[in-house]
Every structure is written in C-alpha cells, then in structure tokens.
C-alpha cells in the first residue's frame, strides 16, 4: 500500500471515530521522516484512543502495522509510526501547546478531502 492510500484510509478511520480538526502535511519534500503527517485531536482521553484503535484495526486488517506507538496509555499525544506515514491524534491542550503544524510549517498542507 503506497502513502497516499495509506493516508486515506487513516483519515476515513479518524473521521468515523468524529476525530477534530484532521490536518495533513506533506513532508516527503523537507524531511526523511516520511511523506506524511497526519495530525487529529479528541475531546477526551477516550476519544483519543478510540481513534488511534480504529486506525490500528483498519490498518491491521489490510497488513499493515505500525512500526512503533507512543504515549497510547495516557493519551495526551498518540504517535502512531507507519514508515511513510506518522499519525499524530493530540488532546486539545497537547495539540496546542506542541502545535506541530507551526513547528512543521515548511511542509505543504493538503485537505485531508483532497485524498480521498
């Protein structure tokens, strides 16, 4: 599966999950990170979980799995690491206080509706 369709597919999972405020940011051109970033927020701890499980499920189910996960447990920030593609799901005050589209600036924002 190429970045592109992986990115669609995180972003249908987190809009069933009603993620808030998903942003992509293309940084195949500044970074060897990946090609994406795609950044969401939940309202609540719960929320934010519930995100990160259903991209891991639907992501599961076609094979592929993430290389690694952080902060899961306490929910604050996610960073799911799938190569290509980082997906980033923040509680509202991580998501500002770390405000990772401002630090990552340089990479091109796409509408998440542009992938699909």
């Known amino acids: 599966m190429d970045s592109k369709e992986m990115a669609k597919k995180i972003i249908a999972a987190m809009e069933d999950k ?15 990170l990946g090609d994406y970033f795609i950044i969401a927020s939940g309202n609540n701890q719960n929320q ?24 899961y447990p306490n929910a604050n920030w996610v960073l799911m690491d799938y190569g290509d593609v980082i997906v980033h799901v923040f509680d509202a005050e991580n998501r500002l206080y770390y405000d990772l ?16």
């Open 101 to 116: 589209e401002r630090i990552w600036k340089d990479g091109k924002s796409i509408d998440p509706q542009e992938l699909k």
């Open 18 to 32: 009603k993620a808030v405020d998903i942003r992509v940011l293309d940084i195949g051109e500044i970074s060897s």
């Open 48 to 71: 934010v979980q519930a995100i990160a499980d259903e991209v891991d499920e639907r992501l599961g189910r076609e094979g592929v799995n993430p290389r690694q996960v952080e902060g």
